[in-house]
């Protein structure tokens, strides 16, 4: 149980080309789902918190307008980069929680990640 | 500040001993800690999880402990696999639904 998928699990594209990465939990409701981006041998960086049915919360130097997120359902979040540049080529990693199933340790699941690389 | 800081950066052993990874925290208040596999290319996956009261949790081969007074945080492996190649992130949770604090990981290579 408590399975996080993602899609698709590399993408590359060319430099001012939007790309969209889903997030889905496969077996639970997840009322909260995480944006995570990850560089080389460095550690994941929360990017957003998404609540089903609200405006994401984007962390300090995140550009809300350039990484779109949609957490329209309670078992898919979507992340849109827009207008993508090299820079932002990086490993993207989603989590979700149900409130119902985090239990005392708050549990998050985690997908197993999106390659992005921008030509 | 919070901060999560892990030793060694890197590690490498022979198939078959033991290893012990550490992590030293600085988040408060504290809720939970946890250490996470994570394959090249892939996302974490969970080994064990700590609460305040629990000083060690074993899942197969993986032992965690935790000592919360000196906040310090150990992962044992015990006859390593091959397969134990991964990077172990140990991740502290202070108090409230989102604050998660990542350690940089250990980057684990078990060789023949």
């Known amino acids: 149980g408590a399975v996080v998928s993602q899609h698709p699990s590399w993408v590359i594209c060319k430099s001012g080309t939007s790309v969209k990465i889903e997030c889905r939990s496969l077996d639970f409701q997840a009322t909260t789902m995480f944006w995570y981006r990850q560089f080389p041998k460095q550690s994941l960086m929360l990017m957003a918190t998404s609540n089903e049915g609200s405006k994401a919360t984007y962390e300090q130097g995140v550009e809300k307008d350039k990484f779109l997120i949609n957490h329209a359902s309670l078992t898919l979040s979507t992340l849109t980069v827009t207008s993508a540049h090299p820079e932002d080529s990086s490993f993207y990693i989603c989590?979700?929680?149900?409130?119902?199933?985090?239990?005392?340790?708050?549990?998050?699941?985690f997908g197993p990640g999106t390659r992005l690389t921008v030509l | 500040k919070n901060q999560v800081e892990q030793s060694p950066q890197s590690l490498i052993i022979l198939e078959g001993k033991n290893c012990t990874l550490q992590?030293?925290?600085?988040?408060?208040?504290?809720?939970?800690l946890r250490w996470y596999k994570q394959d090249t290319g892939r996302g974490p996956v969970s080994l064990t999880i700590?609460?305040?009261?629990?000083n060690t949790k074993s899942n197969g081969r993986y032992t965690a402990t935790l000592d919360a007074d000196t906040k310090q945080s150990s992962l044992h492996i015990t006859a390593s696999q091959l397969s134990d190649s991964a990077s172990y992130i140990c991740v502290v949770s202070g108090h409230g639904a989102n604050n998660l604090f990542f350690g940089t990981g250990t980057r684990l290579t078990v060789i023949p």
């Open positions: 989590s979700a929680r149900d409130l119902g199933l985090a239990g005392p340790y708050n549990e998050q699941f």
């Open positions: 992590c030293n925290y600085t988040v408060s208040p504290f809720s939970n």
């Open positions: 700590m609460t305040f009261s629990e």
